[in-house]
């Protein structure tokens, strides 16, 4: 890589270029359909390929933050303009690009109503989402995972199914409730930064030097897991996350369960067990206790849902319950496999969500007793799906194995038990996955509706495609994608062991509680 390419503020360009691209959609005529989406498909596909950057310029082997931006934004009270990516971070920015692009090729002809606004949107929330994996500053992390809450929320609201408001409403006021809790904590961390040197600041690597005070520990721990949780979803936080998918329009929920919901599993890890190792390692067994009731849990409501839409919606908890095990396994394997993991569901049910996005504009149901026999009218289609859903059953060779086997591992290291149970949930989604493919491609035509259907055109080949083939690229290679991770989660576990023991074994200056310290101020 050359030094003029590194020179480049690489972050900023990746993150800021949605935006851009959202402001030139302000000057475009409504009525200029065909100007409107390829400006935005545009700078979709030139985010993309700035983002690249980032992976060929990876120096492997390094364990630290890589292609670092850092300035004063708000001096006086010690917020910083403070971008980094690390092997942690590196490929949720790439999926964030890479995914982004195929949502807008999707909705090239579907997205019909008030084009210009949804195509603004959908960049702003490019950006907001980009800006959550690279801030290391905290007060701009929680402004851009705020920022995230807004175009989603519009995305869902104008956008969606018939239940559009309630699901949109319902999404805000979770989401905002979690954040607000975070945004408490922060500014706890800030002013006790302030009071030991003397200085606000909100960078995360000057708040690893904090002492804090034993009492107020865990509150601050809990108001961070709580905000990252819900938006995970982890059980029993969950209960927005099927009402949003199943109304929202399918970009937004190829975004939503892709991307938005890494912002959770990826917060814990940044923040919640870097932050506070002590009370990670104190909550551990209670957080991998919710991840199993989770994977079992999403995946048998899963198998009694009538609605394809609602089952890809509940295997996402029970995925991403698999990621949280992961993360509190903390052992090297089961966090590198969690990471991995988050970028295998954002590609595997992204993809889920595409195809019953494409029947669903052919049928306009998504009701499984309204299929059957669908591999006789719709081969391409057919074998397509079939290979997405052995990606998320985990099939040997293709992507979903890599990341729950790793994952599986470092249980097994942190609790047999969990571990045990974690497996069983490998079964029932490869029960409710195969029992859902049954239901709408085998057998006979029954339903004379789909008998005139027709297959998939190029545009919607085009469209997942290029996730179908990176299922067998991690599957088949998936050192390409451990060399840069493992670097980076063997530092942070490392830092998080050395500062728990050291808040252990030192102590205390005072007990500060809560209510004292409200009291105190």
Do not use: C
């Amino acid at each position: 890589m050359s030094t003029s390419l590194t020179s480049l503020p690489v972050l900023s360009l990746v993150v800021f270029l949605p935006l851009v691209g959202a402001l030139a959609l302000l000057f475009i005529r409504s009525s200029a359909e065909r100007a409107l989406k390829w400006t935005a498909m545009l700078t979709a596909l030139l985010t993309f390929a700035v983002s690249l950057i980032l992976f060929f310029g990876w120096r492997v082997g390094e364990a630290g933050y890589q292609f670092v931006e850092q300035r004063p934004w708000v001096p006086d009270v010690g917020i910083g303009y403070h971008l980094g990516v690390d092997g942690i971070s590196l490929f949720l920015v790439l999926l964030t690009t890479f995914l982004m692009p195929l949502t807008l090729l999707f909705s090239w002809d579907t997205v019909k109503d008030r084009l210009k606004a949804y195509l603004v949107l959908m960049l702003l929330l490019e950006t907001a989402m980009l800006g959550v994996f690279v801030a290391l500053d905290l007060v701009l992390f929680f402004v851009f995972f705020e920022a995230s809450l807004i175009p989603m929320y519009f995305l869902v609201g104008r956008w969606g199914g018939p239940r559009r408001v309630y699901a949109a409403l319902k999404f805000f006021i979770f989401t905002a409730t979690g954040s607000a809790l975070m945004l408490a904590a922060i500014l706890v961390l800030g002013y006790l930064h302030q009071q030991q040197t003397g200085r606000w600041s909100f960078d995360l690597l000057d708040l690893y030097s904090v002492v804090i005070p034993t009492g107020l520990a865990p509150w601050l721990f809990l108001a961070f897991t709580l905000a990252f949780a819900i938006k995970v979803p982890l059980f029993p936080f969950h209960t927005w996350l099927p009402d949003a998918h199943v109304e929202a329009p399918t970009a937004g929920s190829v975004i939503l369960a892709g991307i938005l919901l890494k912002m959770g599993t990826y917060g814990l890890l940044r923040f919640s067990a870097t932050l506070f190792p002590a009370e990670t390692y104190r909550f551990t067994p209670l957080l991998m206790a919710l991840a199993v009731v989770g994977i079992l849990y999403g995946g048998l409501v899963a198998l009694v849902q009538k609605d394809v839409k609602s089952l890809v919606a509940y295997s996402s908890v029970a995925h991403l319950g698999f990621v949280v095990l992961g993360l509190f396994s903390l052992t090297a394997q089961g966090v590198s496999g969690a990471v991995l993991q988050m970028v295998n569901h954002g590609l595997s049910t992204g993809a889920l969500f595409l195809l019953v996005g494409f029947i669903y504009e052919r049928r306009h149901t998504r009701l499984l007793s309204e299929f059957g026999g669908l591999w006789k009218v719709m081969p391409v289609y057919a074998a397509i799906f079939l290979i997405v859903t052995l990606s998320s059953a985990g099939l040997p060779g293709l992507n979903g194995f890599v990341g729950e086997f790793t994952i599986l591992v470092g249980a097994m290291q942190a609790s047999r038990f969990f571990a045990v149970l974690g497996t069983l949930g490998i079964i029932v989604a490869a029960w409710y996955l195969l029992w859902a493919f049954r239901q709408v491609f085998q057998g006979p035509v029954t339903n004379p509706a789909n008998q005139s259907l027709k297959d998939l055109h190029w545009r919607e080949v085009l469209t997942v495609a290029p996730i179908v083939v990176l299922f067998f690229v991690i599957g088949l290679f998936p050192g390409l994608f451990l060399e840069r991770i493992n670097p980076s989660v063997e530092a942070l576990l490392s830092q998080v062991n050395q500062r728990a023991l050291a808040v252990q074994a030192e102590p205390q200056p005072q007990a500060l509680s809560l209510v004292k310290l409200v009291q105190r101020n």
